[in-house]
């Protein structure tokens, strides 16, 4: 089970940080991500950390600006997002997968990911 917190109101340029803690079995050896979802658009691709945790990637949108890290001993995956934007406005929805390879990193779908949360929303007032 994935849940996910931290997500709230914030104004254009404030930050959040998003917490999502695994329970049920140990996510140590998963590929981590977080995806978003507005209102009338599919499921999108934000970050992703491979399960050691030494790779990372991001939306050409998001980057600069998120960072994406874990912490296998709390069982937590983390997204600080900083200088957020209006069209940040989404549900985040934290998710796990195995057997990813670090070089489809920049290919990544829903499919790949067979564990998820209930997501949290964020929303980023002009």
């Known amino acids: 089970q994935l849940v996910e917190s931290g997500g709230g109101l914030v104004q254009a340029g404030g930050s959040l940080r998003l917490s999502c803690v695994a329970s049920?079995?140990?996510?140590?050896?998963?590929?981590m991500a977080w995806f978003r979802q507005s209102p009338g658009k599919e499921r999108e691709f934000v970050s992703v950390?491979?399960?050691?945790?030494?790779?990372?990637s991001y939306t050409d949108s998001v980057k600069d600006r998120f960072t994406i890290s874990r912490d296998d001993a709390k069982n937590t995956v983390y997204l600080q997002m900083n200088s957020l934007k209006p069209e940040d406005t989404a549900i985040y929805y934290c998710?796990?997968?195995?057997?990813?390879?670090?070089?489809?990193?920049?290919?990544?779908?829903?499919?790949?990911?067979?564990?998820w949360g209930q997501g949290t929303q964020v929303t980023v007032s002009s």
């Open positions: 049920g079995r140990t996510f140590d050896s998963y590929t």
């Open positions: 998710s796990a997968g195995r057997g990813i390879p670090t070089t489809a990193f920049h290919l990544l779908k829903v499919a790949d990911f067979g564990f």
């Open positions: 950390i491979s399960w050691s945790g030494d790779t990372t």
